[in-house]
């Protein structure tokens, strides 16, 4: 018997004798709402949690939630004795059937002191009835083993996590026992901050410096001219990009600023060059120039752009690639592409970073092509076994004369201090009606050592940069400190 991280959605049978500790364990670990307990529903059928003749009809209630819970694939604790074989059986097969893991946590607590606790209840056991339970449990725990439960568990620190975080555990030791360093990069995908417009510049000026002050290493930005439907709604304020990372860059010292990333259509490619180059400058050789294939269309139609077809996009953007290098290198030659034809490329001043480094954004594997030949960086999205896959995949496309780019990884991620904190997080920050496990899920919320194993594995996949998006930085600057207990970890 071991503990663990459970993958939500998932089962959990509690079984053993009564007094054993069951219920108070539950209600420590998991969110009411995840809890479907006998006691409970006695109450609600009969007169009172002690009403033994309201308990066919509680446990018939209980057989009814407990099917509807899992027919919707939603974690449920089963709070009840557990010790009929056919039940927990029926539950297993009910799990099996959705598709999800399901465990028994056996509580094996001496029968000595499941008396003493029975003796201290105010309305306690009928001590032949728990006498009758810890007979039962005695044979019961002999074949419990064998009932084909995914894992039969000691009570303990058991938590059901998003999938991502299932090994954390693991991953974060392997942190603490052997560290490796990691860069990390705050994004900033939302400027819906309690202040309002009137204080947008001094929230910006003290995120950055917030930022700054917690080990981030970057700080980027969304390139969009109106909020894009993952985050919010069109009509929030939203800034443009490279004006704000001029302003983070005044606002800061040490850290790089850069889109992630500048849709390819949005500007004239010589003017996007002239724009880093300058930022670059200003901020005294600190700009990442991103650059992606600009997906928005609906964002296009609105002002009024054109939006080339992929294929078009894509030509657009491979030369995009081969013409930034040049405009901020030495002399003024003209230069040529499939699509672009810049008769003069001079910038002057040139930038202080030599080279100043492209990140390109997206995990198509056209993309990564073009990553490989071209670009000082790949950000990309998914989980460890992604992540690798990517990694691989870089370097079997890079040519033999160059180094494979360096791997990004961007995700939204929710930092807890503690189980109970995030699930606060969870329940405040969630739309209203989405499952609080699929906002988690969307979000990676999770403790500080679970993001420190999380973070530990995409790095043993390849990862050399994790960029983070914080869902609850609008409202205070919390967050940061927050993440700062992460990124020291790597540090």
């Not at 946590?105 to 306690?124: I, L, Q």
């Not at 500007?267 to 880093?276: D, P, T």
Request: with cysteine; net charge neutral; proline share 6%.
């Amino acid at each position: 018997m071991d503990e663990r991280n459970l993958p939500s959605p998932c089962v959990v049978v509690l079984v053993g004798p009564g007094a054993a500790g069951k219920s108070t364990w539950a209600a420590e670990r998991f969110a009411a709402e995840l809890v479907v307990s006998s006691d409970r529903l006695r109450a609600l059928v009969g007169a009172g949690e002690d009403d033994l003749a309201a308990s066919a009809d509680a446990f018939a209630l209980l057989e009814e939630v407990v099917r509807q819970r899992i027919g919707r694939r939603l974690t449920t604790v089963i709070d009840t004795l557990g010790l009929d074989r056919e039940r927990r059986l029926r539950w297993l097969g009910l799990a099996r059937d959705a598709g999800m893991p399901c465990v028994a946590v056996a509580f094996d607590t001496p029968a000595a002191e499941c008396r003493r606790r029975n003796r201290e209840r105010s309305k306690a056991i009928p001590a032949d009835a728990l006498a009758s339970q810890l007979k039962t449990w005695a044979a019961v725990k002999k074949v419990l083993p064998d009932e084909g439960f995914d894992a039969v568990l000691a009570p303990g620190g058991i938590r059901v996590v998003p999938e991502a975080f299932v090994g954390a555990g693991e991953a974060a030791r392997r942190q603490s026992e052997e560290p490796i360093g990691l860069r990390f990069g705050l994004q900033l995908s939302s400027y819906t901050h309690k202040g309002g417009r009137a204080t947008t510049g001094q929230w910006v000026k003290e995120v950055g410096r917030a930022a700054e002050a917690a080990g981030f290493d970057a700080i980027y930005v969304m390139d969009h001219f109106r909020q894009i439907p993952q985050v919010g709604r069109a009509w929030e304020d939203f800034l443009e990009s490279w004006t704000t990372l001029a302003y983070l860059a005044a606002c800061t010292e040490r850290v790089k600023v850069g889109t992630l990333v500048t849709g390819i259509t949005y500007r004239n490619v010589a003017h996007l060059g002239k724009i880093a180059a300058t930022l670059d400058v200003l901020s005294g050789g600190r700009a990442v120039c991103g650059l992606g294939l600009a997906w928005f269309e609906q964002e296009h139609k609105a002002y009024g752009w054109e939006f080339p077809s992929v294929s078009d996009r894509y030509a657009l953007l491979e030369d995009a690639l081969q013409l930034l290098p040049v405009m901020w290198g030495p002399g003024n030659k003209p230069w040529r592409g499939k699509v672009l034809d810049v008769p003069e490329t001079a910038c002057y001043p040139r930038p202080l970073q030599d080279p100043l480094p492209i990140l390109l954004g997206g995990s198509g594997k056209r993309t990564l092509r073009l990553a490989a030949r071209y670009a000082d960086a790949a950000n990309v999205f998914g989980d460890v076994s992604k992540v690798r896959e990517y990694a691989a995949y870089l370097t079997a496309h890079t040519p033999p004369d160059r180094q494979p780019p360096r791997l990004t990884h961007l995700s939204t991620t929710l930092i807890g201090k503690n189980h109970h904190h995030v699930n606060e997080l969870v329940a405040n920050l969630r739309p209203r009606n989405q499952n609080p496990a699929t906002y988690a899920k969307h979000v990676n919320a999770a403790t500080i050592p679970d993001h420190i194993g999380r973070f530990r594995a995409l790095a043993e996949a390849g990862t050399t940069e994790l960029i983070i998006s914080l869902p609850n930085l609008n409202d205070n600057l919390t967050p940061l400190e927050t993440a700062a207990e992460v990124i020291a970890a790597f540090r």
